[in-house]
């Protein structure tokens, strides 16, 4: 009996360790329901406000959310300042670009003056980009809670972010390394129907992209003439760019028809093309807002459920 025993929880250790500890910690719909009822309320009232007066917040909040998560987890280490001993992944080169952190500021002190001390800030993130998204006209959905918050931000890990340059396999490794499938990736890109873009992410499409044509022949010629005017080889209008598709501050499914005019801005999202699987996604999606509704949805919650934080902040810039 004994034996069995110390077999049982021998092999129950060995199940513990050889599982990605990204997905050991819960996340629960009700785990805040005694803690801190009603909260997700006063989070969507700050993001409702914040949008009203700049509508370029809501891209900014989920964008936010997929740099924290494919970082460490979801455990809010994006937001956390950098000190003298230290450069944090907000100043990162790919995260330069990020902005809106004072939105998820106002969002944590309206949930601290509810309930101090119990709300994570990566929890906060992840509800923020669910309230942009759907606030933006997507689809919503319930966020697990119960991430905590990481004490380590580091500007050197953005280099494991995948970049706007990345063929199909360089994507799907980046994925699945986070165990998001190929399905996800298709879903989770469709982010891209909101927001903007600077000319450096994307002039590798419009200036010298191979040896025998300068613009990648897989673009619109109209639309690479309209890119090139907008940033020419040496740009020097600091915020020039393009938005991300046709309708920016309107989350639908524009983006992937776009993709198939030859009109998408990343390689990346070209790049969904390029393989049977990911191309037939696409398709589906450029016709079918609903299908691209609730495979975003879905692969946002599993994405959001990547954790590994330790404390619960009180200040979403600093650790405890
Ligand atoms: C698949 C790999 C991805 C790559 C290579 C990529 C790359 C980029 C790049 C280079 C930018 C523009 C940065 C700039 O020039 O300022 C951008 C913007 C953006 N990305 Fe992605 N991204 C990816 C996936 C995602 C995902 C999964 C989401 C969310 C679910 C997302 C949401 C956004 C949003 C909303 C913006 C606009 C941000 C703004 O206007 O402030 N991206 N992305």
């Known amino acids: 009996m004994a ?5 049982l929880f021998l092999s129950s250790v060995l199940l513990f360790q050889v599982m990605s500890p990204s997905f050991v910690s819960a996340l ?4 805040y329901a005694k803690t801190c009822p009603n909260f997700e309320h006063a989070i969507t009232g700050v993001v409702k406000k914040a949008m009203a007066n700049d509508n370029t917040v809501p891209a900014a909040l989920l964008r936010m959310h997929f740099h924290d998560c494919f970082i460490r987890g979801c455990d809010g280490s994006v937001l956390l300042n950098s000190t003298a001993k230290n450069t944090a992944e907000k100043d990162g080169p790919p995260n330069i670009s990020l902005h809106a952190f004072y939105v998820i500021d106002h969002a944590k002190k309206a949930v601290e ?3 101090p001390g119990v709300v994570s800030c990566a929890d906060i993130l992840a509800l923020a980009a669910r309230d942009a998204v759907s606030l933006s006209g997507g689809p919503s959905w319930e966020v697990p809670k119960g991430r905590l918050d990481g004490r380590i931000s580091l500007a050197s890990d953005t280099r494991q972010l995948p970049g706007p340059v990345f063929n199909i396999s360089q994507l799907q490794q980046s994925f699945s390394q986070r165990r998001l499938s190929l399905d996800d990736l298709v879903a989770l890109s469709g982010g891209h129907t909101l927001g903007f873009a ?5 002039q590798n499409r419009i200036h010298n992209f191979a040896a025998n044509s300068d ?3 897989s673009l619109s010629p109209s639309f690479a003439a309209n890119l090139r005017s907008t940033c020419p080889i040496r740009n020097t209008v600091k915020n020039a760019g393009s938005t991300l598709d046709s309708t920016t501050t309107i989350f639908d499914n524009a983006y992937y028809q776009m993709i198939l005019q030859g009109k998408s801005i990343f390689s990346s999202d070209q790049a969904l093309l390029t393989n049977s699987r990911t191309s037939a996604l696409v398709k589906k999606f450029a016709t079918s807002q609903m299908e691209f509704f609730n495979a975003f949805a879905k692969s946002m919650v599993r994405m959001s459920s990547l954790t590994g934080g330790q404390e619960v902040r009180l200040d979403c810039r600093v650790v405890r």
Request: net charge negative; with cysteine; aromatic share 10%.
């Open 215 to 217: 613009v990648d022949p």
């Open 113 to 115: 003056d509810l309930c």
């Open 28 to 31: 629960s719909n009700d785990y």
């Open 198 to 202: 600077h000319c450096s992410s994307f």
């Open 3 to 7: 034996n069995t025993l110390i077999a």
